[in-house]
């Protein structure tokens, strides 16, 4: 058993003013066999889908009954994704050039975060401003 002052997994439902939902699954001490980090994204909407980092893009023409899975040739930075970003980061700290992440996105997600910790506080689900 690991000492630990924070949690080692979360998961939340997100429900956004236009209909969006997120549905979030966390964990930094997860046992599992991908070496390294293993981060993945699914999204889904009314047109069709995508898996990240695999690069699918998924669709279905309902009137024919056909699904479609297209893989998306990824070229670019072989560095991890994360590690890709920390290294835009420094870059931009020590030469002043533009954050990979604009700062008002970070204001965003932390304003997510902090109603999911409410949430759980409160036993229910809490509105955000």
């Not at 956004?16 to 046992?31: C, M, Q, R």
């Not at 990824?74 to 030469?95: I, N, S, T, W, Y």
């Not at 604009?102 to 401003?129: K, N």
Request: net charge negative; hydrophobic share 35%; proline share 5%.
């Amino acid at each position: 058993q690991r000492d630990m002052d924070v949690e080692d997994f979360a998961a939340a439902f997100v429900r956004f003013d236009n209909g969006a939902t997120l549905i979030l699954e966390v964990s930094w001490l997860l046992h599992h066999d991908t070496p390294g980090e293993d981060m993945q994204m699914w999204l889904y909407g009314t047109e069709g889908g995508s898996h990240w980092p695999q690069g699918e893009i998924l669709s279905t023409n309902y009137n024919t009954k056909q699904f479609y899975n297209q893989t998306l040739q990824l070229v670019g930075d072989p560095m991890e994704p994360h590690a890709l970003e920390c290294v835009q980061f420094a870059r931009a700290v020590k030469e002043g050039a533009p954050s990979p992440v604009p700062a008002e996105q970070s204001l965003q997600v932390m304003t997510i975060l902090d109603g999911i910790y409410r949430s759980q506080e409160a036993g229910r689900e809490v509105t955000l401003e």
